[in-house]
């Protein structure tokens, strides 16, 4: 069922599909929409809006998610009058289906100052091994389910010339690894995308960012350590673990400033600085510390790129090794 969620009230939609995005409104000037707001950073990136007394529309599939990221986000509110919508769609289908529901919560709750796209997934595993349907399928879902709430919004933003829109890439947005052939290449698009809608919305007041997260605790994060290679585990590890609340923080922050670029880290100022490319730039300071650093942070990324050649040749060593023990047995 395609369904809409409104406070205590539910009104049946139409469309036969699943799936679920999150619309915040933060109060007085701004209302939110974030989709995959049912779980991890999404959720957590809708709390923290809502504590800034902003309004929500959470949008993903799976409507129990939704009901109980709801109660959660309910939790933190500033006022009485906050309102957190739940939308259940499958962002990444149906373009219709998503412009028709995105249109709803705005005539519920007024046009939307902020979207995040935050809908997504990850799938880990050597080329050759990822299930080509795999590679379209993290396509969908990470590029194209941030295409279509976006192409719902940009009119109405246009039209009111303002708006925010939060693209959440990754690092592995920034670097291909090892394992992440079809994750790496569905997030590099999302900054392709970024880059071009930036450069067409700027002189409507409008501000696209983009966020690299790196490993966040979040379900995403413990469904996709039970088959990740080692290689990938033992390379991603050289960012660490972060809370989805941190990343969070830093993302409605950067967003709200207008900034294009937001990292999370040590580890991610330096890949943004490094891999800044043709990205607009926010401010002076940002464009000065770019030039300034870029030779640098390219010695640095030399000594990583050696260090994860070298896990995975070692790797590889090993797994033959074990392979000729098991066959000796
Ligand atoms: N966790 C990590 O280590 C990192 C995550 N990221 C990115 O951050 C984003 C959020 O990840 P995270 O919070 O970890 O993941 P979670 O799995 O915790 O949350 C994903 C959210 O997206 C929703 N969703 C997934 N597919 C669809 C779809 N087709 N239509 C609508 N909603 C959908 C899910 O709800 P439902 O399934 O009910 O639809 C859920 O609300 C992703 O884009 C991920 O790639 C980036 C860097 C690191
Ligand atoms: C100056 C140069 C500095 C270089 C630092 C390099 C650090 C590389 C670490 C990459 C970590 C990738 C995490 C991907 C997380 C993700 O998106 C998935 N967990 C999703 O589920």
Same mark, same amino acid.
């Given at each position: 069922?395609?369904?809409?969620?409104?406070?205590?009230?539910?009104?049946?939609?139409?469309?036969?599909?699943?799936?679920?995005?999150?619309?915040?409104?933060?109060?007085? =000037?701004? $209302? *939110?929409?974030? &989709?995959?707001? %049912?779980?991890?950073?999404?959720?957590?990136?809708?709390?923290?809006?809502?504590? !800034?007394?902003?309004?929500?529309?959470?949008?993903?599939?799976?409507?129990?998610?939704?009901?109980?990221?709801?109660?959660?986000?309910?939790?933190?509110?500033?006022n009485d009058k906050q309102v957190v919508l739940c939308?259940?769609?499958?962002?990444?289908?149906?373009?219709?289906?998503?412009?028709?529901?995105?249109?709803?919560?705005?005539?519920?709750?007024?046009?939307?100052?902020?979207?995040?796209?935050?809908?997504?997934?990850?799938?880990?595993?050597?080329?050759?091994?990822?299930?080509?349907?795999?590679?379209?399928?993290?396509?969908?879902?990470?590029?194209?389910?941030?295409?279509?709430?976006?192409?719902?919004?940009?009119?109405?933003?246009?039209?009111?010339?303002?708006?925010?829109?939060?693209?959440?890439?990754?690092?592995?947005?920034? =670097?291909? $690894? *090892?394992?992440? &052939?079809?994750? %790496?290449?569905?997030?590099?698009?999302?900054?392709?995308?970024?880059?071009?809608? !930036?450069?067409?919305?700027?002189?409507?007041?409008?501000?696209?960012?983009?966020?690299?997260?790196?490993?966040?605790?979040?379900?995403?994060?413990?469904?996709?350590?039970?088959?990740?290679?080692?290689?990938?585990?033992l390379i991603s590890e050289t960012s660490g673990v972060?809370?989805?609340?941190?990343?969070?923080?830093?993302?409605?922050?950067?967003?709200?400033?207008?900034?294009?670029?937001?990292?999370?880290?040590?580890?991610?100022?330096m890949l943004s600085a490094l891999t800044c490319g043709?990205?607009?730039?926010?401010?002076?300071?940002?464009?000065?510390?770019?030039?300034?650093?870029?030779?640098?942070?390219?010695?640095?990324?030399?000594?990583?790129?050696?260090?994860?050649?070298?896990?995975?040749?070692?790797?590889?060593?090993?797994?033959?090794?074990?392979?000729?023990?098991?066959?000796?047995?």
């Amino acid at each position: 069922m395609f369904t809409y969620f409104h406070s205590e009230s539910q009104h049946n939609i139409t469309e036969p599909s699943v799936m679920c995005s999150l619309l915040i409104v933060l109060e007085p =000037l701004w $209302l *939110f929409s974030v &989709t995959g707001g %049912s779980s991890g950073i999404g959720k957590c990136i809708a709390i923290e809006c809502y504590k !800034q007394g902003a309004f929500i529309t959470l949008v993903a599939r799976d409507e129990s998610k939704l009901v109980q990221a709801k109660k959660e986000v309910e939790k933190s509110a500033i006022n009485d009058k906050q309102v957190v919508l739940c939308i259940s769609v499958d962002v990444s289908k149906d373009y219709s289906q998503v412009e028709s529901v995105i249109k709803q919560a705005q005539e519920k709750l007024g046009p939307v100052d902020m979207l995040v796209n935050c809908a997504g997934m990850s799938v880990s595993g050597k080329f050759e091994e990822v299930d080509v349907e795999r590679f379209r399928g993290l396509m969908e879902v990470n590029y194209l389910g941030s295409v279509y709430p976006t192409r719902a919004v940009i009119t109405t933003m246009k039209e009111r010339r303002m708006g925010r829109v939060v693209f959440v890439s990754s690092q592995a947005g920034q =670097l291909g $690894l *090892f394992g992440y &052939t079809a994750y %790496s290449a569905s997030k590099f698009a999302l900054r392709g995308l970024a880059e071009a809608l !930036q450069m067409e919305v700027k002189p409507y007041n409008i501000y696209v960012t983009v966020s690299y997260p790196p490993d966040t605790d979040t379900p995403c994060l413990t469904e996709e350590n039970k088959t990740k290679p080692l290689e990938t585990k033992l390379i991603s590890e050289t960012s660490g673990v972060c809370q989805p609340e941190q990343v969070a923080k830093v993302i409605v922050k950067d967003a709200v400033q207008g900034n294009f670029n937001s990292s999370v880290g040590p580890d991610g100022y330096m890949l943004s600085a490094l891999t800044c490319g043709m990205s607009p730039v926010t401010s002076i300071t940002e464009g000065l510390q770019q030039i300034v650093t870029m030779g640098l942070f390219r010695t640095i990324a030399l000594f990583y790129l050696g260090s994860f050649d070298s896990i995975v040749r070692r790797c590889m060593i090993q797994r033959e090794q074990s392979k000729a023990a098991d066959k000796r047995e």
